[in-house]
């Protein structure tokens, strides 16, 4: 699936990067258990250090027993919007790592969970959702009260629904709802290594 977008890209790139945003009006539709074991599929086959594939999601679908527990985690600034979501995902990431028959840190557990949460993201847009992320939530808490084991970390909340259309908003919330923009490419990207440092 494929929306148009006010985002305009600098250089050529699929357009799914640009439909990709992070809405705060949902519907309130129930996202089908189907369709989120098709997003975690999707986020299965994302890289990561030696295979080891560290990212542990969590979920609860709107009205089923996990409901009110997940949205619980969230702080009060978001629940006014995740109430709206048909899913409510909590990403964990390993941080040990099996290299043969040793148990090992890994250093990259953030940055591999980092990519199944994007391929999570994109494949939810193929399906019409929209997932936003979110470090909003009690961290304490919610590591009690989703049982997270030792050595592993809660990175990001997400609440997964189907999106507003900007064209059924108020001018008020159209304005805070429309996809944002990105700095340029040259404020982060470099030939070769960072510049001497002054002096």
């Known amino acids: 699936m494929t929306a148009e977008t006010p985002r305009r890209p600098d250089h ?12 705060r009006a949902f519907t309130g539709e129930a996202v089908p258990e189907s369709e989120l ?3 975690f599929e999707a986020a299965r ?11 542990r999601f969590l979920y609860a679908l709107r009205d089923d027993a996990h409901w009110e ?9 978001n629940q006014k919007w995740v109430q709206d979501t048909g899913a409510i995902v909590f990403i964990v990431s390993s941080e040990r790592m099996k290299v043969g028959d040793d148990l090992k840190p890994s250093p990259s557990h953030a940055f591999d969970a980092g990519a199944a949460s994007l391929a999570l993201q994109l494949q939810a847009i193929r399906q019409g959702w929209h997932a936003h992320g979110m470090g909003g939530f009690d961290r304490e808490r ?3 009260v989703l049982n997270v084991p030792e050595h592993h970390r809660i990175e990001a909340a997400y ?3 189907r999106a507003v259309a ?3 908003l108020d001018e008020a919330r159209r304005a ?3 996809p944002n923009g990105r700095r340029p490419i040259t404020d982060f990207v470099r030939a070769g290594g960072f510049p001497a440092a002054a002096g």
Do not use: C
């Open 37 to 39: 074991m098709r997003m």
């Open 166 to 168: 900007l064209a059924d």
């Open 142 to 144: 919610a590591v009690a």
């Open 159 to 161: 609440g997964i629904g």
């Open 45 to 55: 086959w994302a890289p990561s250090s030696y295979n080891s594939q560290p990212w």
């Open 176 to 178: 805070k709802e429309a």
């Open 69 to 77: 527990t997940f949205f619980g985690l969230i702080l009060p600034g």
């Open 12 to 23: 050529a790139i699929d357009p799914l990067f640009l439909e990709r945003h992070s809405p």
